[in-house]
T-cell receptor, first 113, second 115 residues
Framework: GNSVTQMEGPVTLSEEAFLTINCTYTATGYPSLFWYVQYPGEGLQLLLKATKADDKGSNKGFEATYRKETTSFHLEKGSVQVSDSAVYFCALSDQGTGNQFYFGTGTSLTVIP | KAGVTQTPRYLIKTRGQQVTLSCSPISGHRSVSWYQQTPGQGLQFLFEYFSETQRNKGNFPGRFSGRQFSNSRSEMNVSTLELGDSALYLC??????????????FGPGTRLLVL
């Protein structure tokens, strides 16, 4: 079946540090991969996506590359800011299961000045 | 375009009661999905509606039901509430596109507390 495994949190970084949040997946078909971010008291916002192998999604300085050989979609940012403090979710959708998204457990990031 | 809206934002109910939550998708989006978010179980898929028909369903008991109207607005209903139903209920909408590649856009959620 489909599943997403995400790096356990919480993660605490100093401002301007490098961020990596690991995400690996299992899928029966050809999944699309997503990163969503959730700020306190809010819903999920799309951060970036990739729909096929070797695609790189990027947005607001965040990047993730769809690696089929390692079934991974790790999120990276070169220099985090305090405003990046949030919970990050890795997710997949599979054309075999329509619009159903499978989410990881979420990684809480706190950036301290 | 206005985003996905959910009403009410907060709700307090007691065990045994029923509740109805509402979701208005982004204009032009015909698919609406519902998720339950809890600290213990994370984000779990409830069901998806497309063109007034349930297209997909997660592993939740029959107490959880939904429907979609001709204007794509959706409601979900939970009957005979249990304490464990306390959660953030998120609605997401998407525009028809390639299956499995559609981005879902989430509303702010309805926080339900069952006492």
């Amino acid at each position: 079946g489909n599943s997403v495994t995400q790096m356990e949190g919480p993660v605490t970084l100093s401002e301007e540090a490098f961020l990596t949040i690991n995400c690996t997946y299992t899928a029966t078909g050809y999944p699309s991969l997503f990163w969503y971010v959730q700020y306190p008291g809010e819903g999920l916002q799309l951060l970036l996506k990739a729909t096929k192998a070797d695609d790189k999604g990027s947005n607001k300085g965040f990047e993730a590359t769809y690696r089929k050989e390692t079934t991974s979609f790790h999120l990276e940012k070169g220099s985090v800011q305090v405003s990046d403090s949030a919970v990050y979710f890795c997710a997949l959708s599979d054309q075999g299961t329509g619009n159903q998204f499978y989410f990881g457990t979420g990684t809480s990031l706190t950036v301290i000045p | 375009k206005a985003g996905v809206t959910q009403t009410p934002r907060y709700l307090i109910k007691t065990r045994g009661q029923q509740v109805t939550l509402s979701c208005s998708p982004i204009s032009g989006h015909r698919s609406v999905s519902w998720y339950q978010q809890t600290p213990g179980q994370g984000l779990q898929f409830l069901f998806e509606y497309f063109s007034e028909t349930q297209r997909n369903k997660g592993n939740f008991p029959g107490r959880f039901s939904g429907r979609q109207f001709s204007n794509s607005r959706s409601e979900m209903n939970v009957s005979t509430l249990e304490l464990g139903d306390s959660a953030l209920y998120l609605c997401a909408s998407s525009h028809p596109g390639l299956a499995g590649q559609e981005t879902q856009y989430f509303g702010p959620g309805t926080r339900l507390l069952v006492l």
